[in-house]
């Protein structure tokens, strides 16, 4: 498949966002541009407007300082007065009061000619004008009102005239023959009122102000100065802002106008818009009705701009995309595919397993950066290959050797126990394989912790390594088992001097941190050829002689051979035959070994006994069964059997009339240490409905011998429930005297090996003499066990022995035979 270098697809990709970007840059800048025209029509009409305002608001502070003077002008106010008090229109003195009129209108002209206003007014304290002068088409025109014989009569004359003449007598709109008020009196004694009218169609704004008598309290004349906004001022307007201003008196048809302020109205008015012009529409307020303003913005100098700049974008955009594509050819090839090509080069090298550093790539970005980054990573890869190797190397050492000890393990071990046998049989010698076990291991590590049985592994590996010849092979095969092998055998003294230093090691402490540790260890050997031919045979058969050794009291060695197969053979039949009896529990009954009163020469009480009847081995004693039982943790299930069957017999004894008084259950060491018993004595009296008084434990004395602190924590536990504690075979253990009156328990039972002696050995009878004693000492009650001769009850009943037990009495019966001797003894 052909190839598209990564630049052209950069440059394709580049172009093809530049593209994009000048569609949507030249779309935004449209927009812009007409936003940007909108705008600056908005601030051209706001402008106007705001001009407008501030022009209306010039004219009506002009007007109200124009009418101000009359409160300062005393010759003014003399005529004012003179023509107030004189004037009589029946009799009146034209050469008096039209002199003082033309006086009055020649000021009028003066302050309203260069304020700059169109007209001015004066009315007499009766309301009626007197003079007046208005800015006409010629100029202004001078104007008052005289009487002839009654009659009214108006003289006027322009400014530039010499004298008056007789003028038409006629009401003008602007000038009304009787004053008009547009405001309350009292708003214009102290200064000017403005007011707004319409006179033929043009606005008209007025400045009002009174002469007041404040001795005579009366107003003495109101003077009106006005000011008129016109077509000539709107069509100057126009022209100064290059805007558009028309006025009407007609209601706009369109709503969307805002009302006139004096400070300048709203910030923004509403700008509309039509195919040819912007307006916006203002209302103001008058007192002859609204007078309507549209100011207008023409659109072709505005859309001319437009197209204008328009065309320099375009221009503008045009270039950029001629030069960007040069740039990005340039800056591609020297940024982008020169270091690529370089990049490629080192990743080629690496490729062929060229870890050697390159020249790296430098253009100060993240191409450097990779560049960097592959020498760094050749040589990562160099450095895990090289210790990868070294991993390899160990981890071959792992798989052949144990991790916690350093020597060879299982696979190793038997790598080179085959070639040690076909070196023997090569060379006709034999080879001996020897199979070590540590006795009690396990509670080391319940006691101590598994930290120093790893301690003790390790320590045990190193004496034994120091035990053998350079040429024996040692391993450690799981756990807490080693095995050796001997090449270059001769004799079996040899083998048995190698193991009696073996066994010897062991009886130095073992030192484990601060932990001093006696352990030691059960051996287990067999020969090839004799017993076996290949490695497996030879180390199972070896295993199975170290198991003779535990079974012999430990801390020894055993050879094998065949009579040992065949009763490890049986061992291994009677545990096969034990898991199945557990599994259904129907091979399993109780006899009870009867309990009786040396006082009342009567029964009070029963010993459990497990008896177990199996169909491929069929009866079976206990003490063929029970020690494998322990060995193996079967005795858990078998001895909760036990106590549950025992305690529905007991129960089921009393409620047909048996008169006694408790029935007693061994209980094994294992079921103590690694069961939880309390648990297991409180949910069988519970489904029993047996009473705890009722219900006597059997404690070893071995058991309280191995850790007298537990022991009293554990049989504590059981008498808070109730039920009471017997030490079985008391004596024959090695628990300490001072110990016992801190044991919670109620009965001390003596062992048979006593009793079979007090005949004929002094040492029996005192040692029985000496148990009582201590029983009575303590408050215990005692137990004779393997009673068989009128002469040792007459010994104990003279010792006051409580009870007796054996087969003087009774052979341990079945339970149908209980009950009917129960029922013998009633009738």
Known sequence: MKTIKLSYKLSFLVISLLLASVVSLWIYFDNFLKDADFQQTQKQIDHA????????????????????????DEDFFASVELINNYQNKENYNAALLDEEKKIIADKLLQKVKFSFNDNIALYDENEELLVFVNKEDKGYKQYFYSYEKTQKKLYSKYENED?????SLRERELNAFKHIVYYENNKVKDFAVITRHIFNGELYILSHHSVYDYEKKKVLAHLEMSHKVGKDYFAAFSENLNIKMKTSENNFTDKDYVMFSDDGGPQ???????ETVYYALVKLKTKSGDFNLKIELNKDKLESNLEQNREEILVFIIFILLLIPILLSYIFKRWLANPIDKLLQQISMVEKMDYSKSMAVCTGDELEIISKNINTLAMTIQDRENALKKSQENFEYLSTHDALTNVPNIRLYIINLEAALKRAKRNGTKVAVIFIDLDEFKNINDTLGHNVGDELLQEVAKRLQNNIRESDSIARIGGDEFNIFLEDIHSVEEIQSVADKIVGSFGEIFYCGENEIRTTASIGISIYPDDGQDSTTLIKNADLAMYKSKDEGKNSYSLFSNKLADALYERTKLITALKEAIEFKEQFYLLYQPKISLQSNKIVALEALVRWNSPSLGFVMPNQF???????????????????????DFVLLKQEGCMLEHISVNVSGIQLKNSDMEKTIISVLNATGMKPVNLELEITESYIATNE???IQTLQKFREIGVNLAIDDFGTGYSSLSYLQKLPVTRLKIDKSFIDNISFSQESSAIVKAIIVLAKIFNLHIT???????????FLREQECDEIQGYFYFKPLGLDDVKKFCTRSRN
């Open 49 to 72: 407007y705001k001009r407008f305002a501030s022009d209306i608001n010039t004219i009506s502070v002009n007007l109200k300082d124009g009418v101000a003077f009359i409160d300062s």
């Open 163 to 167: 004298t008056y003449s007789l003028d």
């Open 268 to 274: 923004r008015l509403q700008v509309k818009q039509t």
């Open 626 to 648: 029970i020690k494998i039982a322990e060995e193996t943790n079967m005795i858990i299930p078998i001895g909760e059997w036990v106590l549950e069957q025992a305690c529905k």
């Open 709 to 711: 602190e537990k022991a």
């Open 784 to 794: 004779a066990e393997g009673v068989e001769t009128q002469e040792q009850v007459d």
